[in-house]
Structures are given as structure tokens and as C-alpha cells.
């Protein structure tokens, strides 16, 4: 069996996407065999912009799995939580769902990147929140964090709910954010790393530098998080 991590981050639009992407890219390149899924897309009808962006920073690689939907197990139509996604069709989140087609990627793959659905506690169903599927699986936690004012204390918040399930954390990315301040934007690295120390985590911030969505993309050597 491959190993699952949960990259997650710490609100919507931290990039979470676009580091999954440079992850798997960069694990390939390095001569690993990994695969990424979207465990739950909403917004989108029938496939996953988040899953599509992937593979383009992949070099559009394609997988069985994609065919089988298993790298998307769950595409809700409406922008919102997964939850309220899923209601307003009429439907559940199907956690078990989910949990089957990361099992099946990590039967054929190396390291599977199972990408979140927003931060840590969005909603999935009425008593089930990301991080707490997560935390079941025991899916090691990425988290993609930034340098922009407030993001020290998602950052935190976000720490703590991982530690409080005693959930592992491989790794903090510190994506690169447009209008940051770069005196906050090194504060936020240091404090990050601080309390990663403090609680008990590896001390690993990665960062990730300005780059265009449509490449080239940079070369991030990841391996501190996946050793």
C-alpha cells in the first residue's frame, strides 16, 4: 500500500491546488510514483477544475483512476461547503465513498495527494468536518499557508486542530501571496516554524515562489516533507 497525505489549507484561495500540482510534479521528477485526488470538487458539473489543474501542472499526465472517477469521488454543482453543496442537490457526502477511492489509488501508487475541499473544518456532512476524515485515515497533514497579513493565526488554528486529533503533520508550504508584506511575510515563516517545534511537529516550511499558472513552473524540492 502508497501512502496518503491530506494537503490542506488554511482558507480558500491559499493554493492549494496549484501546490498539489507542484508536489506531484516534483515527487514525479524525483522518480516517485504519485497520483492526486480532489476528494471532494464543488462548484463544477460532472469534473473537477481543481483535478484538471493538477494534471496541467503535471504535464498532462492522465490516470485509469481519473477515468474511473476515483481521483474525484464526489462533485457537487454548488460553490460552497460540501455540506451545503450536497443538500441543495439533495444529496450526502458519501464519506465512505471517498475513503474507498484513496484506498484504491494507494493500491497502485507510491504516494496519493488527497487534496481538501477548503481548510481543515469544512463541513462534509452534519457530524463529519475534513479534517476529521482525515484524522481517521490517518493521513498525514500538509498545510498550505502564506505570508499575507492574517495568516499567522489560520496558520495556528490550523496547527492546533491537527494536534488536538494527534494527527501528523509531514509539512507547512509557504505559498507565495501578491501584496504580502514582506516583514510579515518572514515573520509568519519564523512563527510557523516556532510552533511547529514547540507542538511537537517537524520544523519544515517549504516555500513556494511567485510563478504563472500556465509554466514554467518552478523546480521545489519537496523531499523534507515526504522523507
Known amino acids: 500500500m502508497g501512502r496518503a497525505y491530506f494537503i490542506s489549507g488554511i482558507d480558500t484561495g491559499v493554493g492549494k491546488t496549484a501546490v498539489t500540482g507542484l ?16 476528494m471532494v470538487q464543488t ?11 493538477h494534471r496541467r501542472i503535471q504535464g498532462g499526465v492522465r490516470y485509469e483512476e481519473d477515468d474511473r472517477r476515483l481521483t474525484a469521488p464526489q462533485i457537487f454543482k454548488f460553490p460552497s461547503s ?3 453543496a450536497a443538500s441543495l442537490e439533495g444529496r450526502a457526502v458519501d464519506a465512505d465513498a471517498i475513503v474507498r477511492a484513496v ?10 495527494l488527497v487534496e481538501s475541499a477548503g481548510g481543515l473544518d469544512v463541513p462534509l456532512t452534519g457530524s463529519m468536518l475534513s479534517v476529521d476524515l482525515a484524522a481517521a485515515e490517518g493521513w498525514p497533514l500538509v498545510l498550505v499557508t502564506s505570508g499575507r497579513l492574517g495568516s499567522i493565526n489560520h496558520t495556528l488554528l490550523s496547527l492546533e486542530a491537527a494536534k488536538s486529533r494527534r494527527m501528523k503533520v509531514a509539512g507547512v ?9 514582506p516583514t510579515i511575510d518572514r515573520d509568519t515563516a519564523r512563527t510557523t516554524l516556532r ?4 507542538w511537537g511537529f517537524p520544523p519544515t516550511v517549504v516555500r513556494v515562489p511567485k510563478f504563472d499558472m500556465d509554466g514554467p513552473y518552478p523546480d521545489i524540492d519537496f523531499s523534507e516533507i515526504f522523507s
Open 103 to 112: 484506498r484504491q489509488c494507494a493500491e497502485r501508487h507510491e504516494i496519493v
Open 195 to 198: 510552533y511547529l517545534a514547540k
Open 43 to 53: 462548484g463544477n458539473d460532472g469534473f473537477s477544475e481543481d483535478l484538471d489543474m
Open 82 to 84: 460540501p455540506l451545503l
Open 173 to 181: 508550504v509557504h505559498n507565495w501571496c501578491e501584496g504580502a508584506d
Open 23 to 38: 508536489m506531484a510534479r516534483s515527487l514525479a521528477e524525483r522518480g516517485h510514483d504519485v497520483i492526486t485526488v480532489k
